[in-house]
């Protein structure tokens, strides 16, 4: 079993930064898949940033590459996703995940432990 715990979220302006961060209890984060999803007032969950631990290995939907960055630190157990450059439109409820072992994956059914959430807003 895992436990997760988002913080970081905030008010920022247009162009600002924010660090979230997410903290896993329970078993090491590093046997597992750790992904960050956002979910606007109104639209779906979608998938942001993915990191595979047991490889190193990273991956980002198009409109966050170059501008996010997912990271983790293993003594800490803990993963981060960096945001620039923000924009209006990356305001949202944003969540960590993580899945069991195996590749990483966009889809958020696929993942099997939730954090609570964290808001994230950025004004124009």
């Known amino acids: 079993q895992v436990q997760l715990v988002e913080s970081g979220g905030g008010l920022v302006q247009a162009g600002g930064s924010l660090r979230l961060s997410c903290a896993g209890s329970?078993?090491?984060?590093?046997?597992?898949?750790v992904g960050w999803f956002h979910q606007a007032p109104g639209k779906e969950r979608e998938f942001v940033a993915s990191?595979?631990?047991?490889?190193?290995?990273?991956y980002y939907t198009n409109s966050m590459k170059g501008r996010f960055t997912i990271s983790g630190d293993n003594a800490k157990n803990t993963v981060y996703l960096q945001m620039n450059s923000l924009k209006p439109e990356d305001t949202a409820v944003y969540y960590c995940?993580?899945?069991?072992?195996?590749?990483?994956?966009?889809?958020?059914?696929?993942?099997?432990?939730w954090g609570q959430g964290t808001q994230v807003t950025v004004s124009s």
């Open positions: 990191v595979n631990w047991n490889d190193g290995s990273t």
């Open positions: 995940a993580a899945r069991r072992p195996g590749l990483i994956t966009t889809r958020a059914s696929e993942y099997d432990y």
């Open positions: 329970g078993r090491t984060f590093s046997v597992y898949v």
